[in-house]
């Protein structure tokens, strides 16, 4: 708590937070509108900052705030986006500290015209191009690493745009979705080995391009494909371009994407996210029974999974817990009046549905233990008579450095500490994670992800000066 006695809502609670999310249109009368409307399908991916870029045909317009859409942009804003296409993004910072100086979409005139990005995930070797731009004379005025790209597509010597992201991108590690907007065309790009999710839409002719196709169905547009690792799509008037100039690398989309940070009613990669968390909860059940008489969610990300799982143990579900969906970017904290005051202000419990009851509590993760510990205390106290907690992915071990804003090493309890430990921390009669080979079975798939968070082996190499910053290979952190 800050000496204010502000509690950072968005910084205090225990979850990893999904990165950023990103949308765009072109050839629409309302681009504008159609982008501030995706956007909000896209809130959860990022509440910190949002900002849309339009284009007239002569030259592109920009707005950009702090806090969620529904707060930036009111029809006065919107009316200074004209034009046919348009790019979104919500923001939640993991490269770059949290400021309006790092909104997105970010915008850049060079010799090439002007140009617009909003970037999805995160450039390991960001820092040492930073440093090489700037030590050529280059001057930036944010510290987020999208503005790397600008600088490198402004360098380029190749004419065309396209031409030009390419060559930019050829030049950085990590991982990426990316969506620009110049005066008359959108390029959509995924890094090599597709860490972040991108999706082809279509609307009453436009092509649409966003993060999840949840956004779709929002403005009403038709799902056509994802957006595949490695793929450049090129969108001017009605023609679509698709080329892959990039060496082919093996796949390691975020399995993580589908645990926690995408949508329910999204389809991500071929497979409906509600569907593969009950699976999550199916497989959970399989390899972790428990003795109770009910399963209780966490809500909302152990919703689906704990339906799974109470599936297929045949134990009752039901809702233990409330969760307030009002909460803003900060609140008054009392200083020791109310017990378990942060966790409170999300999640209350429903006593008549706990009381005597021997009780499975689902979540998605645990990634410090503190919000889980307060969770069971909080359940006990609504007079539940056992507390078994079971978790639907792999004990989490390994920060993410593929665009997720995640604690150090020495801050993920699992990373040093058994099961049993943790256990005995958050004060549970028993615990359980889903394994590896368990999620897999629930993906539907047995490679073709990242699990770097769950196994410490990450698909990138990392700079040497990253490594040491990061202590990437240190178990201490």
Partial sequence: MSSSGLLDIRRSDDRFHDECGIFGILGHAEAGNIVYLGLHALQHRGQESAGIATSDGERLHLEVGMGQVGDIFDSERLARLPGGSGIGHVRYSTAGSSDIK?????????????????????????????????????????????????????????????????????QVKGAYSLVFLSRDRMVGVRDPMGFRPLSLGMLDGAYVL???TTALDLVGARFVRDVEAGEVVVIEGDEVRSYRPFPPAEPHACVFEYVYFARPDSLLWGRNVSRVRKRLGLELAREAPADADIVVPIPDSGVYAAMGYAAESGIPYDHGLVRSHYIGRTFIEPTQSIRHFGVRLKLNPVREVLEGKRVVLVDDSI?????????????REAGAKEVHM???????????????????????IAATHSVEEIRKHV???SLAYLSLEGMMRAVGASEGFCTACYTNKYPIEFPREKVLQIGLFDKAR
């Fill in 390 to 412: 079971r978790i639907s992915c792999p004990p989490t071990i390994g920060p993410c450095y593929y665009g997720v804003d995640t604690p150090l090493r020495s801050e993920l």
């Fill in 102 to 170: 790092n909104a997105q979409p970010m915008k850049a005139r060079c010799h090439k015209g002007e140009i617009a990005v909003a970037h999805n995930g995160n450039l390991v070797n960001a820092d040492r191009l930073r440093s090489n731009l700037e030590c050529d004379g280059s001057i930036f005025t944010s510290t987020s690493d999208t503005e790397v790209v600008l600088h490198l597509i402004a360098r380029s010597h190749q004419r065309e745009i396209e031409d030009a992201i390419v060559d930019a991108l050829s």
């Fill in 427 to 429: 004060r549970a009669d």
């Fill in 367 to 379: 990634v410090r233990g503190t919000t889980s510990r307060k969770l069971v205390t909080m359940v």
């Fill in 210 to 212: 966003t993060s999840e």
